[in-house]
């Protein structure tokens, strides 16, 4: 403890300097987190917001629930697999907008497109192109001879699931190609000479050279679109509303009907709470990886 | 039955009070500016311009007031509704929403009495048992009535009935599921239900319900779905999924209008909203489209009648109450009001006998053309009920709108019709989640 007064005055300033933080910090993190997990508890009407105490009720109901557990599998299903996607597609095009080509400027302006646009705009594009009357996609497909009749994009399994794991695809890879393109550009070319004069060919190069240097970028990008995706809400709900049945029921949409549709804002906070436990692991991944990287920048 | 002739709009204006007249009853105008926050899922281009009217006309009345109009949707309103509250920003006026929704509120105290609004309007130019449904106890009154709605009305086209050699109008589901089966042919499906997990599955399943003879619930609010109607009401709907578009399973209101307007369908579900698309998007079949009750399982079964009873109602905690009631009581001047039903004739149907009986109402070029079709759609509107009132011997369900949002029974049309799961789990779990929604 400081006892010299000039000692006591700095520590005094460092208190109010950080003072600000905490208290930002508090009010945006720690207490909608705290409410989240006190309303839990609780079996809350969400108009009046008023409630009972039902301690862990709302939890053992919750392990006990089948549409929990179907919901989450969902998450996962959707999370793996259009984060997936995301992340080659990604790659892919970054790799192509990394060579001298014609326009190149124009085309990584225009490949950010999906991402900037309302997610509201690209559902609505999206159902029209699925449209079973109307939509190109069956057009083309019965025209094509491939189908004999409309395709149902959205309204069966598995075509809704991969319904929306294609569009969240289209709708995110533009994240990825920023970041990859961008580590693409710093990547040494000596790297490269030095691959080319030990006899490796492209698929070499791209797995002895690019993939590594990648790596780094690629973790915190797998990170950031994985907690991202897990929670995605709008391009779902305004896809499928979470069917057939409870098919595409996302955690996040389970939330939504259990706040919004039953009015018990207590059991959505139960699974808001349960999902960000879920998250939690990513997070210390996210963590431990940003960790490891400062040491082995710092060495 | 309600007759085409009637007052000039000089007694209608009269008989009405007209709002602005009849309002300052209830207090004075402030002084300092207001801000008057109107909600309705009702937005379509035509209805904004009627809204715009009006919104008009009330500002010109009461200096110093605005009034914003802001849109919800039938499928969104529930957690607006519930964000507002929750956050003690609630608008000043909601219209349009179902009565059901109206009763739920009223039950948690989440709403202004309606009585003094009623009262400015004039109760007697209500069509009798108009406000019934949001009569909460012996003369208090939650909201009232905005319109009317018809919303499970068959459509036909006459045309591919007759090239079908379909002779007369299906009266039963035997016959639909035959005139679907003749008329589907090329391009052309037999009909457009929905088979999404939405409220308009719920809510035409409902109607199929009713058809077979059942209801969801006792007089008594009683689950009761373990029976043949709600079996036969769950086969119906099965079978005429071979008469849908593969699409059906996505569809909700407006895509199922879209399917018929459009000529996709031979047969169309909704509300008097066809015409006005028919006769903008597509007149060629103008023509040859008619309006019938839709077909229940035998001749002997009555007809039962969707309407959502589209409402209006005044949040509890809804600032510069006066002005609010005094512009609730506003939306029903005729000159706005009528505009307003004209907006989409059919769609939404008067309330007041004298604006019904009005020759500017019935001077609507669409209401002329079509006079059978809105005289029928007045007719079951009149008559008709919902979840939150099934029939006349039932209590108000104040659980409706929990239920219908809840999609209990939208996925069970799914897992019955798409996952082809045995009748009697879907039927269980239905009553079992049904037990679990009315206790909580």
């Not at chain 1, 009407?45 to 917001?49: D, G, I, Q, S």
């Not at chain 2, 209500?126 to 406000?131: L, V």
């Not at chain 2, 939150?388 to 011997?393: I, K, L, M, N």
């Not at chain 2, 798409?418 to 799961?421: A, G, K, M, T, V």
């Given at each position: 403890m400081a006892t010299n007064p000039l000692d006591r005055r700095y520590a005094l300033l460092g208190a109010v300097l950080i003072a600000p933080t905490i208290l930002i910090f508090s009010a945006v993190i720690i207490y909608p987190l705290v409410s989240a997990i006190y309303l839990s508890l609780f079996t809350i009407?969400?108009?009046?917001?008023r409630g009972q105490w039902v301690g862990l009720g709302n939890y053992a109901e919750l392990m006990a629930s089948n549409e929990f557990w179907r919901s989450l599998a969902n998450t996962f299903i959707w999370t793996v697999f259009t984060l997936t996607l995301q992340i080659v597609l990604g790659i892919a095009v970054a790799l192509m907008l990394h060579?001298?080509?014609?326009?190149r400027s124009l085309a990584r302006s225009l490949i950010l497109f999906p991402y900037f646009v309302s997610t509201v705009v690209a559902v609505l594009v999206w159902r029209w192109l699925f449209?079973?009357?109307?939509g190109i996609l069956n057009y083309l497909a019965l025209i094509s001879g491939l189908l004999q009749r409309p395709l149902d994009w959205l309204g069966s399994m598995p075509n809704a699931m991969i319904s929306i794991v294609l569009v969240g695809a289209w709708k995110y890879f533009p994240f990825v190609v920023i970041a990859v393109l961008a580590r693409l550009q710093s990547i040494p070319d000596q790297l490269y000479e030095a691959a080319k004069m030990d006899g490796a060919g492209p698929i070499a190069r791209f797995f002895d050279v690019t993939l590594p240097q990648l790596k780094e970028v690629l973790v915190v990008v797998i990170l950031l679109r994985a907690i991202w995706d897990f929670k995605e809400f709008d391009l779902i709900y305004l896809l499928t509303g979470g069917g057939p049945v409870i098919s595409t029921q996302t955690l996040p949409l389970m939330v939504y009907k259990e706040a919004f549709?039953?009015?018990d804002m207590g059991r959505a906070s139960a699974i808001a709470v349960s999902m960000m436990l879920v998250m939690l692991v990513f997070m210390v991944l996210y963590l431990r990886s940003a960790g490891r990287s400062e040491r082995e920048g710092a060495r | 039955m309600v007759t085409s002739t009637g007052p000039s709009r000089r007694i209608v204006l009269a008989g009405l009070g007209g709002a602005a007249l009849a309002a300052p009853a209830l207090t004075p105008a402030s002084a300092q500016p207001v801000v008057l926050r109107w909600w309705s899922p009702q937005t379509a281009p035509a209805q904004r311009e009627a809204y715009n009217f009006q919104i008009r006309t009330f500002q010109e009345a009461n200096p110093g007031v605005t009034v914003n109009f802001e849109a919800t949707s039938d499928e969104g309103y529930p957690a607006q509704m519930a964000a507002a509250f929750a956050s003690g920003q609630v608008p000043n006026v909601v219209t349009h929403l179902p009565s059901f929704a109206v009763s739920q509120y009223w039950a948690n105290n989440l709403l202004e009495p309606f009585n003094s609004v009623i009262d400015a309007i004039g109760?007697?130019?209500?069509?009798?048992?108009?406000?019934r449904i949001y009569e909460?106890?012996?003369?208090?009154?939650?909201g009232t009535g905005i319109g009317g709605s018809a919303a499970n009305m068959m459509w036909l086209r006459q045309d591919l009935m007759r090239e079908a050699g379909v002779t007369e109008v299906p009266r039963t589901w035997d016959q639909l599921r035959d005139a679907c089966r003749r008329m589907q042919r090329g391009p052309v499906f037999g009909a457009p239900l929905p088979y999404a997990r939405n409220s308009m599955t719920s809510l035409i399943f409902i109607c199929f319900v009713h058809g077979a003879g059942?209801?969801?619930?006792?007089?008594?609010?009683?689950?009761?779905?373990?029976n043949d109607a709600f079996r036969n009401a769950l086969e119906f709907y099965k079978s005429m999924r071979e008469f849908c578009p593969p699409g059906a399973t996505n569809y909700s209101w407006g895509d199922s209008l879209t399917a018929f307007v459009s000529g996709a369908t031979a047969t169309g579900i909704y509300t008097g909203r066809v015409l006005a698309n028919v006769a903008t998007q597509?007149?060629?079949i103008a023509s040859s489209v008619t309006c019938h009750m839709y077909p229940t399982i035998s001749a002997a079964t009555p007809h039962w009648t969707f309407n959502d009873f589209p409402s209006v109602m005044i949040p509890k905690g809804a600032s510069n109450i006066e002005m609010t009631r005094r512009f609730a009581a506003h939306l029903f001047r005729a000159d706005g009001y009528i505009r307003q039903l004209h907006a989409a004739p059919g769609h939404v149907l008067p309330v007041l006998r004298p604006i019904y009986e009005s020759a500017e109402y019935q001077a609507n070029p669409l209401i002329q053309a079509n006079r059978p079709a809105v005289q029928l759609m007045s007719q079951a509107a009149s008559a008709g009920h919902n979840l939150?009132?099934?029939?006349?011997?039932h209590r108000p369900n104040v659980r409706a709108g929990q239920i219908v949002a809840s999609h209990v029974f939208a996925e069970a049309v799914q897992r019955f019709v798409?996952?082809?799961?045995p009748i009697a789990t879907v039927v269980s779990d239905v009553a079992r989640r049904l037990e679990q929604l009315m206790r909580a």
């Open positions: 009407f969400t108009p009046t917001l060579q001298n080509m014609v326009f449209n079973d009357l109307y549709g039953l009015n | 109760p007697a130019n209500f069509f009798e048992g108009a406000n909460v106890a012996p003369g208090q009154f939650a059942g209801s969801i619930f006792t007089p008594d609010l009683q689950v009761n779905v373990e597509n007149p060629r939150g009132w099934e029939t006349t011997r798409s996952n082809n799961e």
